[in-house]
């Protein structure tokens, strides 16, 4: 089983519609990121947590909002979903030194 | 802020020769530097990081990477790559202090391999 674990992998949606990305992982990471990837522009952070209780905004969170509702558990949500939020969605953790490890992602298309 | 900048969107190669990827960050103060690999259709793996010590780093797949503190570069190469080399290849640096760190993404650079 992977260490971190996205659901759902694809989802078709349409403008407007409340959608939630899951994330979990199982390597014991205090620290937890959600990152969108679009073509030519990498990976941008859009929230990150170091920890249950602590919840911090990436240089792109505005139309996002995340839970932490577990070490292990970091969710995702697009309150009402536009097409330029179509992208690839991903989960990473990590441990103190930065270094990622990234879930296999989330196809997410907004109609 | 911090910022990486890659320095090419796309590297053509034929297999067997050599391939730099390069990439230069912003900031000159302490920082851990990573190179991140992306095949098809799925997520980023760790090819090889700096944290301290030699300035050459030596990864998986027979990759390594210089860490140049005067330059603020962390160039990637391979001294002869196969067709399996072709992916996007993300360098990434930590900003922040304290342990409190968060990694920072260049734009990425595709590399295809043709026989």
């Known amino acids: 089983d992977a260490d971190v674990t996205q659901t759902p992998r694809n989802r078709i949606t349409k403008t407007g519609k409340r959608i939630m990305l899951e994330c979990s992982q199982t390597?014991?990471?205090?620290?937890m990121y959600w990152y969108r990837q679009d073509p030519g522009l990498g990976l941008r952070l859009i929230y990150y947590?170091?920890?249950?209780?602590?919840?911090n905004k990436g240089e792109i969170s505005d139309g996002y909002s995340v839970s932490r509702q577990a070490q292990a558990k970091f969710s995702l949500s697009l309150e009402s979903a536009i097409p330029n939020q179509t992208a690839l969605y991903f989960c990473?953790?990590?441990?103190?030194?930065?270094?990622?490890?990234f879930g296999e992602g989330s196809r997410l298309t907004v109609l | 802020a911090q910022s990486v900048t890659q320095l090419d969107s796309q590297v053509p190669v034929f297999e067997e020769a050599p391939v730099e990827l390069r990439c230069n960050y912003s900031?000159?103060?302490?920082?851990?530097l990573f190179w991140y690999v992306q095949y098809p259709n799925q997520g980023l793996q760790l090819l090889l990081k700096?944290?301290?010590?030699?300035?050459l780093v030596k990864g998986i797949n027979g990759f390594e990477a210089e860490f140049n503190k005067s330059q603020t570069s962390f160039h990637l190469r391979k001294p002869s790559v196969h067709i399996s080399d072709t992916a996007e290849y993300f360098c990434?640096?930590?900003?922040?202090?304290?342990?409190?760190?968060?990694?920072?993404f260049g734009a990425g650079t595709r590399l295809a391999v043709h026989p």
């Open positions: 990434a640096v930590t900003e922040g202090s304290g342990g409190y760190n968060k990694l920072i």
């Open positions: 700096y944290l301290s010590g030699s300035t």
């Open positions: 390597k014991g990471h205090d620290r």
């Open positions: 947590s170091f920890d249950v209780k602590d919840i």
């Open positions: 900031s000159s103060v302490s920082v851990y």
């Open positions: 990473a953790t990590s441990a103190n030194t930065g270094e990622l490890f």
